[in-house]
């Protein structure tokens, strides 16, 4: 039997993640630039059970050595009928843990747009009232975050996360240019039941900003100019998880 694609051994309190020197370089790359102020996404894509989590869990360690803020979230196939919910896992934390004077000046401005989202008794008319205001708020909470620390959002199995969280997530991802902020997905390949639309502009604001980025390197045998990939062991009939890492080009509206 072939060898797993991610072997992990504790060392130090830490994955060592082994064959995955490609993909761990490109996280780096982009954890640096988040610090730099240059916003982007990294999309890791696999079938079930090839590393994918993992590798979010080595993003968060890179980004904690350099003091990043992170907000992580996962989707959950059941609660893919809430509105917002990853949103919500995302910010909840946040909110808990600021006292009630900072949390309204991180909605100062355009970002108090998104104040209904963390209202549970308003939550269900959101998506249905004024919705672009509401991904609009969304944004600059997260730029008002990042203005006091770079920041890392991490979503881990994206495919089920609800359809207005994916909005906002693929509204933020074409708006990163010039802030720092970095945006991590983990995709499980396959067939997606709902939202594949959604799914696949996330996907492609990735493939666009590689192609737009001169930071750019290639592990792939096909010669694909937009896809970054690892070769490494891997079980029969999978495939290596890929890694698209770019440098969004839209401007922040």
């Known amino acids: 039997m072939l060898e797993s694609v991610v072997?992990?051994?504790?060392?130090?309190?830490?994955?060592?993640?082994?064959?995955?020197?490609?993909?761990?370089?490109?996280?780096?790359?982009a954890?640096?630039?988040?610090?730099e102020g240059r916003g982007s996404v990294v999309l890791v894509e696999g079938p079930p059970g090839i590393g994918k989590t993992s590798l979010l869990r080595a993003t968060c360690e890179l980004a904690r050595d350099r003091d990043l803020?992170?907000?992580?979230?996962?989707?959950?196939?059941?609660?893919?009928?809430?509105?917002?919910g990853v949103v919500r896992q995302l910010f909840e934390p946040v909110r808990l843990a600021t006292a009630e004077r900072e949390?309204?000046?991180?909605?100062?401005g355009a970002a108090g747009l998104a104040a209904r989202v963390f209202d549970?008794?308003?939550?269900?008319?959101?998506?249905?009232?004024?919705?672009?205001?509401?991904l609009h708020g969304l944004f600059w909470l997260a730029a008002n975050l990042a203005a006091e620390r770079p920041l890392v959002v991490v979503v881990d199995d994206v495919q089920w996360a609800d359809p207005?969280?994916?909005?906002?997530?693929?509204?933020?991802?074409?708006?990163?240019?010039?802030?720092?902020?970095?945006?991590?997905?983990?995709?499980r390949t396959g067939p997606d039941s709902r939202s594949a639309a959604l799914l696949d502009e996330l996907r492609a604001a990735a493939v666009r900003g590689r192609s737009a980025s001169r930071r750019r390197r290639r592990w792939c045998a096909d010669g694909s100019a937009n896809t970054?990939?690892?070769?490494?062991?891997?079980?029969?009939?999978?495939?290596?998880?890929?890694?698209?890492?770019?440098?969004?080009?839209?401007?922040?509206?």
């Open 7 to 29: 072997e992990g051994v504790r060392l130090r309190g830490r994955e060592l993640l082994l064959e995955r020197d490609a993909e761990l370089a490109v996280i780096a790359g």
């Open 31 to 35: 954890v640096a630039g988040a610090v």
């Open 69 to 84: 803020r992170i907000v992580m979230a996962r989707g959950f196939a059941l609660e893919g009928d809430f509105p917002f």
């Open 103 to 108: 949390w309204a000046q991180l909605l100062d």
């Open 120 to 134: 549970g008794g308003e939550i269900s008319r959101v998506q249905d009232d004024a919705p672009y205001a509401t």
């Open 164 to 187: 207005p969280s994916l909005r906002w997530l693929a509204h933020l991802a074409h708006r990163l240019q010039g802030l720092p902020i970095l945006l991590v997905l983990a995709r």
């Open 228 to 253: 970054l990939m690892a070769s490494c062991r891997r079980p029969a009939g999978q495939r290596p998880a890929a890694t698209r890492s770019c440098s969004t080009r839209s401007s922040a509206r």
